[in-house]
C-alpha cells in the first residue's frame, strides 16, 4: 500500500529553521515528481515546491529560504526551511504525481495522487 510520511515539524521562533521529512512506503519515490504544499488555518492549501528529475519550483514566498531535495536511496524527499517566518506557520503536506514537475501545473492539488498526513510547523516568539 502506498504511503507517504511527513515528519520534522514543531515550533520554532522566527529566523530559526527546520528540515521537513516525506518517507515513502509502497512504492518507489524516483519515477514521481513529488511536491511540498501547506495550509494554513482557514486558508486554502498553497504550493511550496515541487521536485522531479531535472525540475525545481519554489512559491514565491519561500525562494531564497526553503530547498527541496530527494534522496533516492532511502526513499525520502525532504524540504529545508531557513529563515522561518510566522507567515511560514500551516500544516505541511507532501505528495507525488506520477511524471515531473511542470511550471503550468505544480501548483494544482488535482494532479497529484498520493499524499501524507501533514506536520505542524508553527513559528512563534
Known amino acids: 500500500q502506498a504511503q507517504l510520511v511527513e515528519s520534522g515539524g514543531g515550533l520554532v521562533q522566527p529566523g530559526e529553521s527546520l528540515r521537513l521529512s516525506c518517507a515513502a512506503s509502497?512504492?518507489?519515490?524516483?519515477?514521481?515528481?513529488i511536491g511540498w504544499f501547506r495550509q494554513a488555518p482557514g486558508k486554502e492549501r498553497e504550493g511550496v515546491s515541487c521536485?522531479?528529475?531535472?525540475?525545481?519550483y519554489y512559491a514565491d514566498s519561500v525562494k531564497g529560504r526553503f530547498t527541496i531535495s530527494r534522496d533516492n536511496a532511502n526513499n525520502t524527499a525532504y524540504l529545508q526551511m531557513n529563515s522561518l517566518k510566522p507567515e511560514d506557520t500551516a500544516v505541511y503536506y507532501c505528495?507525488?504525481?506520477?511524471?515531473?514537475?511542470?511550471?503550468?501545473?505544480?501548483?494544482?492539488?488535482?494532479?497529484?495522487?498520493?499524499w501524507g498526513q501533514g506536520t505542524q510547523v508553527t513559528v512563534s516568539s
Open positions: 505528495a507525488t504525481k506520477a511524471g515531473y514537475c511542470s511550471r503550468r501545473e505544480w501548483l494544482n492539488t488535482a494532479v497529484y495522487d498520493y
Open positions: 509502497g512504492f518507489t519515490l524516483d519515477s514521481y515528481a
Open positions: 521536485i522531479s528529475a531535472y525540475y525545481r
